[in-house]
């Protein structure tokens, strides 16, 4: 409507003109709501209630007389009573552009006034306090401009004479240095790790080869194996049937021992036992025939020696039985012969060995003594028909020849 003006949230209409006042204020305060403005008898104007913001900039002596150039934000606004609404009003009403730069200047001397009061080291550390402290010193003057303030931060120190830059100089040389320490840690650290890291790819890489040459070698002795399973079968057959023929070849030569054995050498070993018996037999024969013709000479000898004998003592005494015995052993040697004779053309095979010989020579000797035992009775009266002598006669237990 015309009459009908209504402020914004973060504004305060002043209404002046009208009889209805609050206070002592010669001017009606309107917020929050609208209001009917009678034309040429009321007026009504807009005070903003809005955040304000104000930089401080200024050239500041300490306690210790060092120049220092500090920086602040201020942050202000119109306070929301009525009371700071009508201080702001009459004050900045009609200059609400030059709010920022009278706050400002407001600030800036009270900063300037904290500030020679304290050290730089102090100034630095406790920002906050000397923040304080200038709100603190402003708050009158701020309360009757109806001022709120709601932030003051001192932004940047300068020092032109280098004394701050001085101040921090060991602390930047033990940053700095702590800092070429940590960082020769780092690359130290870094070193090792690299150096670990390079040592873990090399054995990886060592361990990676390894294990490719035994792959590879695995598969280059299969392949070998497998290009030699031909080979090697054939090989094997081969050295399977060499086998088969060497057993048939032993076989073959134990049959043909067997066959040597039962054809050969049997019948061999026979024939050498049946020459061997016989050559023993005529072994035997002709050790008889010459012990046999050995005792008939001796049993001569001894009987020509008897003979001899009996005929020296026969013709000493004139013993006539002596003579006729003398005269038959004059005849004893042509016997022997006879016998001799006999034995050597007979076929003699003796079955019992050594005991057979024996038992023969034991005959033979016991038909010589029997002779002998003969020729020592006297002889028989002569044949008066003029016949031939009769033959001695063998003793009973002596065999014919």
Known sequence: MLFWHVPAPNEAMLISGSKRQAQDTQFRIVTGHGSFVLPVKQKARMLSLALREAEITEDCVTQQGIRLNVRAVAVFKVGDDTVSIANAARRFLSEQSRMEELVGRIFAGHLRSIIGGLTVEQ???????????????????MEKLGIVVDALQIQEIEDTSGYITNLAAPHVAAVASQARIAQAKADQEATE??????????????????????????????????????????????????EEQTALAERRAALAAQQLEAQIRRPADAEAYRQRTLAEARRDQVKFEADGSAYAERALAQAQAEANTARAASLRDGNQELI????????????????????????????????????LAT????????????????????????????????PRGASQV
């Open 123 to 141: 100034i630095i550390r406790e920002r906050d306090r000397v923040a304080q402290e200038v709100k603190e010193g402003s708050h009158s003057e």
């Open 193 to 242: 790790r690299e150096q670990q890291a390079a040592a873990l790819k090399a054995a990886y890489e060592r361990d990676t080869a390894i294990k490719r040459a035994g792959f590879l070698a695995e598969t280059e002795q299969s392949n070998a194996q497998a290009a030699q399973a031909g080979p090697l079968a054939e090989a094997r057959a081969s050295q399977e049937v060499i």
């Open 324 to 359: 006729a015995a003398n005269r038959i052993v004059e005849n004893l040697p042509a016997l022997a012969d006879a016998a001799a004779r006999g034995i050597s053309g007979s076929s003699l095979t003796v079955l019992n060995g050594a005991d057979g010989v024996n038992e």
């Open 363 to 394: 005959g033979i000797i016991g038909q010589g003594l029997a002779i002998l035992e003969a020729l020592k009775q006297p002889p028989a009266p002569a044949n008066l028909n003029g016949g031939a002598r009769s033959q001695p006669q063998v």
